[in-house]
T-cell receptor, first 111, second 111 residues
Framework: NAGVTQTPKFRVLKTGQSMTLLCAQD?????MYWYRQDPGMGLRLIHY???????AKGEVPDGYNVSRLKKQNFLLGLESAAPSQTSVYFC??????????FGPGTRLTVT | GDSVTQMEGPVTLSEEAFLTINCTYT??????LFWYVQYPGEGLQLLLK???ADDKGSNKGFEATYRKETTSFHLEKGSVQVSDSAVYFC??????????WGAGTKLIIKP
């Protein structure tokens, strides 16, 4: 049981480049989330999904897109990266309202 | 809107000291309350939770009591260890499966 995995672990992009972060969970959870973590600001929700084929905006969705084509995968895309998107990105999944399971994170630097 | 406020860190203690990390919340309804912990280089994991007023959550020697009258959920531990060094996040949630997070409190335990 791998839990929640994220790929890649680290990435450096130049301004304007695009990339996709992959999140996979093997717990059959309906709910999945993408967060960003910045120093002193805690976690901020970017987008989330309540089931396969559905997505919704969170607190800070601008500049990001997501897709949930399969129940176990949740993709986060940056179409044109900006330095303000330098952050640590966490994916999480949940089966109920009491606990979210987190991946190890992706550290993204945009120069 | 709903929010969570934690004491600013870092909090630095000696091994075997008593720990309190303050958390207060603002909520329009009756949320569930959580403490998550993030060890260095890892994702977050649930430490403990309480789902209604006067409930006490406990795990690994940590405790927190859901106090509706003071809108608080302070984290305590009687004797901390170096291995408790981490960032601690307080959060609240309603039935919509989304968590509202505090900014996190970094705890440093010195031997």
């Amino acid at each position: 049981n791998a839990g929640v995995t994220q790929t890649p672990k680290f990435r450096v992009l130049k301004t304007g480049q695009s990339m996709t972060l992959l999140c996979a969970q093997d717990m059959n959870h309906e709910y999945m989330y993408w967060y960003r973590q910045d120093p002193g600001m805690g976690l901020r929700l970017i987008h989330y999904s309540v089931g396969e084929g559905t997505t919704a905006k969170g607190e800070v969705p601008d500049g990001y897109n997501v897709s949930r084509l399969k129940k176990q995968n949740f993709l986060l895309g940056l179409e044109s990266a900006a330095p303000s998107q330098t952050s640590v990105y966490f994916c999480a999944s949940s089966a109920d309202k009491y606990e979210q399971y987190f991946g190890p994170g992706t550290r993204l630097t945009v120069t | 809107g709903d929010s969570v406020t934690q004491m600013e860190g870092p909090v630095t203690l000696s091994e075997e000291a008593f720990l309190t990390i303050n958390c207060t919340y603002t909520a329009t309804g009756y949320p569930s309350l959580f403490w998550y912990v993030q060890y260095p280089g890892e994702g977050l994991q649930l430490l403990l939770k309480a789902t209604k007023a006067d409930d006490k959550g406990s795990n690994k020697g940590f405790e927190a009591t859901y106090r509706k009258e003071t809108t608080s959920f302070h984290l305590e531990k009687g004797s901390v260890q170096v291995s408790d060094s981490a960032v601690y996040f307080c959060a609240l949630s309603y039935s919509n499966y989304q968590l509202i997070w505090g900014a996190g409190t970094k705890l440093i335990i010195k031997p």
